[in-house]
């Protein structure tokens, strides 16, 4: 990574802002359901406090649109990071202001305020000037922690970094660019990419930027279906995407001629319709029934799959089999969960829907490396450039 890091710049006496990714889960109560996100920044901020640094940090929960919206506050977040941390954390009741900046302006060395919610400002994500830089007041050094919203182009992920002599990179941001770019640039092989989910144009990119350096694609959930479609065959009412067709056709012949193994269903889980009870089957990928629905994979294309990642040394996954959020359809979604956690390989798991699987399976433990941003981490196995990454200071040592 050609970016300055944390470690590489003087903290003492500072004021650090970390952008950091708090975007838990919380219950109908407030509570924290799931803090694996705020333990990843743990490092981060506890190397600035060790450092000698006043630690501010900021973040975004939910989708507030721009409005005060207590459900959405960051005050249960402070509350776990106080114990996480084993200090106090104060909280700021904005993200910006006159009352912020006194409570700023009071801040000891190895004192940590957070501020709240970010998106409480339609400003941030518009990426507004004048909220990029009352941001920045409150900054000597700006460390992007916040994988997970690096591919957005925000006030506190990119304008802020105009208006602040430093901006560098915390230890999680460095850890995900250096297990995503460089294992895609320097595998182990045979090295097996797995893509599920819903769309196969959200997928196309990292098959494309894929196929010359993988050995094996494997496609599974909804996305498969446009696959199976453009081949001509009857795929009920599974959801396809119809401008997909030629592209996937392209995509598939692409492939072929790019010596790549490419793996589709050979059977799955079908239902009369999506609602809770409706009666379901098994079927081959030939014979789905006009009007019925495929909502998972089945046993045969498990068997297939697993055997496929058998042999792998560097395995990439990105999206469920199916909709495993309901336990009729989960089935394949955590067989080739645990297929992946088996294999003597690297592993690597794309953020969102993929890292739950995962934990809903039980072996997230035993997974190389989870990572924290779903979209970020499709769009740099694209090949695509990240803005929130792309604006930090260039390390030209």
């Known amino acids: 990574m050609n970016k300055k890091t944390i470690e590489k710049v003087d903290l003492k006496g500072k004021r650090v802002f970390i952008r950091a990714d708090f975007n838990v889960p919380l219950d109908e109560n407030g509570n924290i359901t799931d803090d694996t996100r705020i333990r990843s920044t743990l490092p981060t901020i506890n190397y600035a406090l060790d450092a000698g640094a006043k630690v501010i940090l900021a973040s975004h929960l939910g989708r507030p649109k721009g409005k005060v919206n207590t459900k959405y506050s960051l005050a249960p977040v402070a509350t776990r990071l106080s114990r996480l941390l084993n200090k ?46 009352a941001l920045a007041a409150f900054a000597d050094i700006y460390v992007n922690d916040a994988f997970g919203t690096a591919h957005r182009a925000h006030a506190s992920t990119y304008g802020i970094t105009k208006h602040v002599k430093l901006s560098v990179a915390g230890f999680l941001m460095k850890k995900e660019i250096t297990y995503l770019q460089q294992t895609v640039a320097n595998p182990v092989r045979p090295f097996v ?17 894929l196929k010359d350096k993988v ?20 795929v009920g009412n599974s959801l396809i995407e119809t401008e997909m067709l030629d592209m996937a056709q392209r995509t598939r012949k692409g492939l072929h001629d790019s010596g790549v193994k490419f793996y589709l269903p050979v059977d799955f889980v079908v239902a009369e319709n999506m609602n809770d009870g409706a009666e379901t089957k098994i079927v081959t990928s030939q014979e789905i029934p006009k009007g019925w629905v495929g909502l998972d994979i089945g046993p045969a294309t498990v068997r297939l799959f697993s055997e496929a990642i058998q042999d792998a040394k560097t395995i990439i ?44 399976a039980g072996v997230s433990d035993s997974i190389s490396f989870i990572s924290t941003g779903g979209g970020a981490s499709l769009e740099l196995l694209e090949g695509k450039e990240l803005p929130g990454l792309a604006a930090l200071t260039d390390d030209k040592e």
Not at 332 to 342: L, P
């Open 88 to 133: 106090d954390v104060q909280f700021a009741k904005d993200c910006i202001g006159p009352d912020v900046e006194h409570q700023a302006a009071g801040m000891r060395t190895g004192d940590v305020l957070l501020l709240e919610n970010l998106r409480f400002h339609a400003e941030e994500e518009k990426n507004d000037e004048a909220f990029s830089r």
């Open 193 to 209: 990419a797995i893509l599920g989910g819903a769309k196969v144009s959200g997928k196309i990119g990292v098959i494309e930027n």
């Open 215 to 234: 050995d094996k694609i494997i496609v599974g959930g909804a996305m498969a279906f446009t696959f199976i479609k453009a081949r001509g065959r009857e």
């Open 317 to 360: 996954w990105n999206g469920p089999m199916g909709m495993f959020e309901k336990d009729a359809y989960s089935r394949g979604t955590f067989a080739i969960a645990r297929a992946v956690a088996d294999a003597y390989a690297l592993t690597i798991v794309g953020g969102g829907d993929t890292d739950v699987a995962v934990h809903r």
